[in-house]
């Protein structure tokens, strides 16, 4: 937690108990939890935090590159991997996880660079079905 702490003070921000805790949920999800999830989560530890602390709390740990925004459908996710990578979204449930190994070819950006067009970053979307969506289908 010290480069939540760091961070914050470098930025003008307090250290408060809740921004540790917001930080502490996201971090503990092993998928891409909504603002309401971490909300949920964060909930049972602290009973009087409101969905708009929670909101303003991921703001700034995502302005602090502490956690990652993911913008997905109708509503954003969390990431604590800041590492590049891409995901697997299931279909039926809408649920992201990260593919974590790499992709056996990478994407040839110099087609583009021919184009006049400088890629500076890429990600990957596969869609299918997840372990328990698929469990459920057969």
Known sequence: MKELSEGLRQEGYRFTRQRRIILEEVRKQQYHPSAKEIYDAVKIRLPNISLGTVYRGLGVLTELGLIRKVEHGEYARFDA??????????????????????????????????????????????????????????
């Open 81 to 138: 991997n800041l590492a590049e990578h891409h995901h697997l979204i299931c279909t039926d449930c809408d649920q992201l996880l990260d593919v974590d190994a790499p992709l056996s070819e990478p994407l040839n950006t110099q087609q583009f660079k021919a184009r006049g067009f400088e890629v500076q970053r890429y990600k990957i979307e596969l869609y299918g079905l997840c372990p328990t969506c698929a469990t459920e289908r057969s």
